[in-house]
């Protein structure tokens, strides 16, 4: 199983790194996360130069797709011909978004009908939208989730490996990356995240 983690320039190191070096740690369950960007290099908020390691055409493939934030998501959702290299089934896929990502998310139409979770800065953009935004880390609906504020990434990674993988891996995983002396309280907290983002929609 593959997940793309969609990485622009511009973009937040913490929103892209987090959850593909969390994801990354499943590649004993057949799960593994590839930064894919638009183009063979990009440079983040702070000047830190990544080389893709897939095209944008892998999201089709993917069996989850994370679209992390940036300084310039609202070039990107300008972007017309970029828009269009986002083919994804929601059908089949998990997509979520993390903080400005959720604009993407919604210039594609795959939040009508459905609050989402974005940053205090994304909040007034995506409310343009006509998107209610929650005072929450994350959100998910069906195969649709977002995530409010960068360490939020942890989040996203959770639902997505407690989804493709199962809650146990998504356990050990959390339990690892945990500061020391705080792993219980880490790890139920990220699962209670992941549990009540899902839970509120019923």
């Known amino acids: 199983m593959q997940v793309a983690v969609v990485t622009f320039d511009g973009f937040n190191e913490l929103d892209s790194f987090i959850a593909s070096a969390m994801i990354n740690r499943c590649r004993g369950d057949g799960l ?10 990009i440079t983040s908020m702070n000047g830190v130069e990544v080389s893709g390691q897939r095209p944008m055409d892998f999201l089709a493939e993917a069996d ?6 940036g300084v310039r998501t609202r070039d990107v ?9 986002f083919r994804l089934d929601p059908s089949r ?18 939040l009508d009908g459905m609050p989402a979770c974005t940053d205090m800065k994304s909040r007034p953009f995506v409310e343009a ?7 929450a880390p994350f959100h998910a609906e069906g195969n649709i989730a977002t995530a409010g504020g960068c360490l939020a990434s942890q989040y996203l990674a959770t639902w997505v490996m407690t989804r493709l993988v199962g809650e146990d891996s998504a356990r050990g995983v959390l339990d690892y990356v945990a500061p020391v002396g705080e792993n219980q ?6 699962l209670r995240a992941v549990s009540s983002g899902e839970a509120a929609l019923h």
């Open 32 to 41: 593994e996360a590839f930064i894919t960007t638009p183009t063979p290099v």
């Open 64 to 69: 989850a797709v994370l679209i992390g934030s």
């Open 77 to 85: 959702v300008a972007d017309d011909r970029l828009l269009s290299t």
């Open 93 to 110: 896929q998990l997509i979520g978004a993390q903080c400005s990502g959720a604009l993407v998310l919604a210039r594609l139409g795959l």
């Open 129 to 135: 939208c006509d998107i209610t935004v929650l005072d």
């Open 185 to 190: 309280e880490t790890v139920e907290r990220a």
